[in-house]
């Protein structure tokens, strides 16, 4: 893998790959972050995910040719190292256990696509918002379990729209949480102080 892929350093907020482009491989992040965004009909941005360093993204187009459903954009300085996609089938087509690998993550995705059509129904706005911060703080394609990382420059106008709802209503919802001891708010960051907690009250019936 390490012979078929190049070094890419990105400055901040300079873009990866853009929303409907041509399928560019497998990117992991090795410095920095990356903001998985899609742009919406009414012209927002819905942050999906954040890419941490030791982690990776673009399964879903190396699996199945066609352009990413997203972008991905760099926060800060980034580093990244990227392998092009005809490089990823010869690596991953292999064998059965090998193109799991490339697969488990998009059937992760799936899963937690179908909790969420349930939850923005049957859970309220405060446990969508817990549910969130955790997802957030985790890799995306990754099942909700391991420590929270702070979620640092996340506008709380982002997380928002990410739930759907107003930045006042969300900032509400923090405001009580940080009173819970939940989580703790700074400037320009979120500290997740007790995880279990926060998780419990986004599964509560």
Sequence with gaps: MLTSGRMRQLVHREVLFEQESEASGLHAVIDGEIRIHRLVRNGS???????????????????????????????????????????????FERDVATFRLLLEPELVISRKLSRHLTDVSTRS???????RLSELGRWAYSEDEGPITPLKQVSQ??????????RQRVNAILRDFQSREFLKLGYGSIVILNAEALESFASAD
Excluded: N
């Design 157 to 166: 106008e982002e997380l928002a729209a990410s739930v759907g709802a107003t």
């Design 45 to 91: 941005q819905f942050m999906m995910g954040i890419i941490r360093p030791g982690e990776w993204t673009g399964f879903l187009s190396c699996l199945d040719g066609l352009p990413h459903s997203y972008a991905g954009i760099g926060q800060r300085a980034t580093k990244v190292f990227t392998i092009p996609r005809e490089s990823v089938l010869r690596i």
């Design 125 to 131: 706005l405060a446990q969508r918002v817990a549910s």
